[in-house]
C-alpha cells in the first residue's frame, strides 16, 4: 500500500504545482492559461524542468527563485502539499490498485473512475480555495463547469439521488443567495452562491446541512484565531469560501463517521 501512496503523493504534488499556474494565469488573465512555458514572477526567466519539481525544487532552493534568488510566496508549497494529500487521502478512500515492484497486484475500474471523480471535484475545490484567500473572489471558470459535472454524474451515482440533489442544490443556493441579498454582498458574494450550489449537488440535502454546519464552526475558530492573533480586523473582509471547501472535505472523507457517532450519542 506504501509504494502507490508515495506515486499518488507525487503526481497529486504535480497537479498542485500545475494549479498555482492556473490561479496565477486566471488572474492575469494570461492567454494560454493551461500551456505555455512557467516562468519566474520577478526575473521572468524560464523555469527549467529541474527547477519544476513539486515540493522538491522549493525546499532545494529554500523557497527562492534558482536565477534571481527573490523568495517564492510558501503558497506554491502548500498548494502542492495540499494536492499531494488530495490524491493520497482519496487513494485510501478508493483504494482502486495496489501494486509491488514488479506487479499490479489488484485493480478495480469502477473504484478508479470514483477515485478520478473525487479528486478533480477537490482539485477545482482546493483552486477556490487558493484563490479566494489571495485574490478575495472565485473565477466561474472553476464553479460553473464542476456544477454541471456533479449534476450529470449525481445523475448516474446511487447517491445521493436525484430528489435529494436537487434539493440540496436549491436549498445551498437559496441559502447563501438570500445572505448575499440581505447583505449586499458585504458578507458574501455571488461565488460563494455558486459554491453552495455545488455542495448541495454533491451532497444532497441532508449531507449538505452537515457540510455547512462543519464550514461555520471552523469558520468561527480560524476567525477568532485570526482576530486574537491581529491578523485581521473586524473590518476586514474574509473570504467565506475556503471555510466552506474545508467543511466540504471534511465532509467527503468523514461525513459517514461523524453522523454516526452523533446518531450513537443520541440513541
Ligand atoms: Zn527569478
Known sequence: MILPIIVLFIIGAAFGSFLSVVIYRLHKEKKGIFFGKSECLYCHKHLKWSDLIPVVSYLMHLGKCAHCKKPIHISYLLLELVCGLLFV?????????????????????????????????????????????????????FT???????????????EPGLQSMVIGGAL????????????????????????????????????????VLISYIIGSII???????????????????????????????????ILDIYLNSIF
Open 172 to 211: 445551498g443556493g437559496l441559502f447563501f443567495g438570500a445572505q448575499v441579498w440581505i447583505s449586499k454582498e458585504k458578507w458574501l458574494g455571488a461565488g460563494d452562491v455558486q459554491v453552495g450550489i455545488l455542495m448541495g449537488l454533491l451532497f444532497g440535502w441532508q449531507l449538505l446541512i452537515l457540510a
Open 223 to 257: 476567525s477568532i484565531a485570526l482576530l486574537a492573533l491581529k491578523k485581521v480586523t473586524p473590518k476586514s473582509q474574509i473570504p467565506f469560501a475556503p471555510f466552506l471547501v474545508i467543511g466540504t472535505f471534511v465532509t467527503l472523507l468523514f461525513g459517514d463517521l
Open 144 to 158: 460553473l463547469p464542476t456544477i454541471l459535472l456533479i449534476f450529470v454524474v449525481g445523475l448516474f451515482l446511487p
Open 89 to 141: 487521502s482519496f487513494y485510501l478512500v478508493y483504494p482502486f490498485f495496489t501494486f509491488n515492484f514488479d506487479a499490479i497486484i489488484f485493480f478495480d475500474f469502477i473504484l478508479l473512475l470514483k477515485f478520478i471523480y473525487f479528486v478533480f471535484v477537490g482539485w477545482i475545490l482546493i483552486g477556490i480555495l487558493f484563490y479566494d484567500t489571495k485574490h478575495l473572489e472565485i473565477p466561474e471558470i
